[in-house]
């Protein structure tokens, strides 16, 4: 029996009454989820920061508690951008560049 609802039915019967249902079932899935954005599925805050060689920046963002994480997704200049020894906030997660250059960053800060 393949389905207590329908009773024991064929391989036959199957492929040609429900395998195409799912199949299709499976392809939307696919391309909805598929079209997604990373924000989309994470509470998270984007945000665009600037920071000077050998300079610590506060990042505001908008979550509410204190973050748990940070990906910098993009970034312009060489520099090394760490966590500074300042504690995070609610409102602010705080950011050191130790490179040699100015860098211009694109931060993901998840809660």
Avoid: C
């Avoid at 696919?30 to 990042?59: C, M, P, W, Y």
């Amino acid at each position: 029996m393949i389905f207590k609802r329908y009773g024991a039915i064929s391989q036959a019967d199957f492929e040609s009454k429900f395998l195409p249902s799912y199949n299709n079932l499976i392809g939307d899935l696919n391309a909805g989820l598929g079209r997604l954005a990373f924000k989309d599925n994470f509470q998270v805050h984007e945000a665009l920061v600037t920071i000077a060689s050998g300079a610590d920046a506060a990042v505001p963002h908008s979550l509410g508690v204190i973050p748990k994480y940070r990906l910098i997704v993009r970034q312009q200049g060489n520099g090394l951008v760490i966590d500074s020894a300042t504690d995070w906030t609610e409102n602010n997660i705080y950011l050191r560049n130790e490179g040699p250059s100015t860098v211009s960053l694109t931060v993901l800060i998840f809660k």
